[in-house]
């Protein structure tokens, strides 16, 4: 199980950029945020991770075939104080197996620290609880250390204050804690039962104010949510025949 590796297509300086680790949960809303960021930036596939247990399938978007886990990235973008910001997006369709998310999670760290990225952003689903159909779906925040802890309150972000996250997110957001890295996650309340491109459009308004100098508007998205959603569906059903049957994707759980 130590097979798991970065491709680099070309050569990239992501120093002091952010990365936005998207893998699919809760109502897929790390992919379509993930896939509506990639788009509306018009970033470059810059990369894979591959491993030979990963899902055996190719991902056609634009008529162009990638691996199912991709590295995106833009140029930098500089603001009036001459900082430098730019976003870099690791991104898949397919959840990992489940005994190959731990050293896919340190591969991740191990990336992002060579290449000099400065916060890693995870981003998730959890389900929403009480009556989905009548409460305003919230955002939520976790942070590894107290910087994080206090860009989430700077931006009135809400803390979860207990529960569990399962999956490459929680071993980011554990070994951030360890390696004293930068790591947040941003959970985002959805539905479970189909892809919700409302609550990925939630997240994209979370982020947006982390990145004051790209601008992500999800407007587009909320507009497009019901198209969006049509068409992942469609996606997973042509995806049935020829998928090797997978185990449940793990979830995030709150108390």
């Known amino acids: 199980m130590d097979d798991i590796s970065v491709v680099e297509y070309k050569e990239v300086d992501l120093s002091s950029s952010m990365l936005v680790v998207a893998f699919p949960t809760v109502g897929l809303v790390s992919s379509i945020a993930g896939r509506f960021i990639i788009d509306s930036l018009k970033l470059d596939e810059i990369g894979t991770i591959v491993s030979r247990n990963f899902m ?23 603001g009036p104080d001459g900082s ?9 369709e397919f959840m990992p197996p489940i005994d190959t998310i731990n050293l896919l999670g340190d591969t991740i760290l191990d990336w992002s620290d060579k290449k000099g990225c400065k916060t890693i952003v995870a981003l998730e689903g959890t389900h929403a609880v009480g009556d989905e159909k009548k409460k305003k ?29 399962t999956g490459v997110t929680g071993v980011l957001l ?28 939630n997240l994209l308004e979370k982020l ?3 990145l004051p100098e790209i601008k992500i508007d999800p407007k587009p998205l909320y507009k ?32």
Not at 236 to 255: D, F, I, N, R
């Open 56 to 78: 055996p399938a190719t991902v056609i978007h634009k008529s162009i075939p990638s691996p199912p886990v991709r590295i995106y990235a833009g140029d930098k973008v500089c």
């Open 84 to 92: 430098c910001e730019q976003i870099t997006i690791i991104i898949s």
């Open 137 to 165: 779906l919230q955002v939520y925040g976790v942070g590894s250390n107290p910087k994080m802890k206090k860009i989430l309150k700077n931006y009135k972000i809400d803390e979860t204050k207990e529960g569990m996250i």
């Open 174 to 201: 554990y070994q951030g804690v360890l390696m004293k890295r930068d790591v947040l996650c941003l959970l985002a309340e959805a539905h479970a039962s189909f892809p919700d491109s409302r609550a990925a459009g």
């Open 208 to 210: 947006d104010v982390l």
């Open 224 to 255: 497009e949510a019901e198209e969006i959603e049509k068409n992942i569906r469609r996606y997973l059903e042509q995806s049935k025949p020829t998928a090797p049957s997978m185990s449940p994707v793990p979830y995030s759980m709150y108390g």
